[in-house]
């Protein structure tokens, strides 16, 4: 008896790798036995103080409607719009901001948006676990392009041969997780312009959604271009639970390029909310929306994961390993000694150090530390690295 939709089955076939590894990667083993865990871009460390205060204050209700039923609140969309202007150079509106519960539901947004079933969504590898999920749950097909392997930029000309006439999203991460890395003006502005001439042949855009969660956690001064500012038909999700530290907070948005034809920013603006709806109201809560205007000026201690991240890279490449250097993000992808990913990870959890396998990014031969553990973590952490290094 068929009980259950395809699309629920199809997706839940592209998490069996992420779940299998999440209920089993600690094997029971007892926090205090665990030196260092730095699977995921989780807190370690008690939550930023400026959060919290603003949080505590917030939640004291200022009119009888503080806890009614909210889509995107208008200051909030209002702080957003001016910070992403202040920061990209961008034309933004309060119109163009859909608030959302974090990026994760920003991209549902946009695929339910753009994307019909059979449409086609280019995804850059190693890319985010989620992405595949969220496409084939809507009877999307996602289509996998390899990134530069040695160097993990964009393929310009690998995108270009996988697009077809279904083609209607490429997603671009930046700052990019898994790798670190931040992608240039003039690679993102050859794809703006590939992008332009495939749209103009097929007749209908091809979108970008940019996906840009890490973009304040960059280091060394490292410009930063979004694709917004090089291609009109641009999508921005984003969320603030990287640069909080905080993803249980669910806050984050999807803005509309300003630099979209009127028409297009239009009708996109306005079918925003229905589609929020539609997906289940698929909104931040009242209290997060309200935040927004304090939380937009509080961040982790980006010298202090620059630190981290030197201190890594430093030990780990003295012992042998080769790593990329990120320029963004808390994440350092390297190649597992050995070249298998999956025993590495295994055998450095048997000296209480925990890291991702590069399977959870079709990459079995490397693996991903996140750097949001501790100083002290990665401290207790480097011992086992050395030993894992002969
Ligand atoms: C590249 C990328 N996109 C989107 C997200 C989702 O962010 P959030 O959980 O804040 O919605 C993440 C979270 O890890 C991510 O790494």
């Not at 299998?20 to 103080?49: I, K, W």
């Not at 969309?77 to 992403?84: G, I, K, P, S, W």
């Amino acid at each position: 008896m068929k009980l259950v939709s395809d699309r629920a089955v199809a997706a839940a076939a592209e998490l069996d790798t992420v779940s299998d590894f999440f209920r089993t990667y600690r094997m029971g083993v007892p926090d205090e036995q665990v030196r260092a865990d730095l699977t995921f871009g989780n807190p370690h460390e008690m939550a930023l103080p400026r959060l919290v205060e603003s949080l505590k204050r917030r939640i004291e209700p200022r009119r009888v409607d503080w806890f009614a039923y909210k889509t995107s609140e208008e200051e909030a969309r209002d702080v957003v719009a001016r910070a992403l202007m202040a920061e990209l150079g961008l034309a933004f509106e309060p119109e163009d901001i859909a608030m959302t519960p974090g990026a994760f539901a920003a991209i549902g947004v946009a695929f339910s948006m753009l994307m019909d079933p059979g449409d086609e969504c280019i995804i850059p590898m190693p890319g985010w676990f989620a992405y595949t999920t969220m496409l084939r749950a809507r009877n999307t097909v996602p289509v996998k392009v390899p990134l530069d392997d040695r160097t993990w930029d964009l393929d310009v000309s690998g995108i270009e041969r996988a697009i077809t006439p279904r083609t209607r999203i490429v997603i671009i991460n930046t700052p990019h997780n898994p790798t670190g890395v931040v992608y240039s003006r003039e690679r993102l502005s050859e794809l703006a312009q590939m992008l332009q001439r495939k749209s103009a042949d097929m007749g209908r855009p091809i979108f970008i959604l940019s996906d840009e969660p890490y973009r304040r956690i960059r280091f060394d001064g490292v410009h930063y271009t979004s694709p917004a500012q090089v291609y009109p038909w641009t999508l921005i999700d984003y969320s603030y639970a990287k640069i909080l530290l905080a993803p249980g907070l669910r806050l984050g948005y999807l803005a509309i390029c300003p630099d979209m034809p009127q028409e297009a920013r239009d009708e996109l603006r306005q079918l925003a909310m229905s589609v929020q709806i539609s997906l289940g109201w698929a909104f931040p809560d009242a209290l997060a929306q309200y935040a927004v205007a304090d939380l937009e000026t509080v961040s982790i201690d980006i010298e202090a994961f620059r630190k981290k991240r030197d201190r890594v890279l430093g030990a780990l490449t003295q012992w042998g390993y080769t790593l990329t250097k990120p320029q963004g993000t808390f994440y350092i992808w390297g190649k597992a000694p050995g070249g298998d990913a999956h025993l590495f990870t295994r055998r450095l959890a048997e000296h209480g150090v925990y890291v991702m396998p590069g399977t959870l990014f079709e990459r079995p031969g490397e693996f991903r530390i996140s750097l949001t553990g501790s100083a002290e973590m990665i401290e207790a952490s480097l011992p086992a690295f050395e030993a894992m290094s002969a």
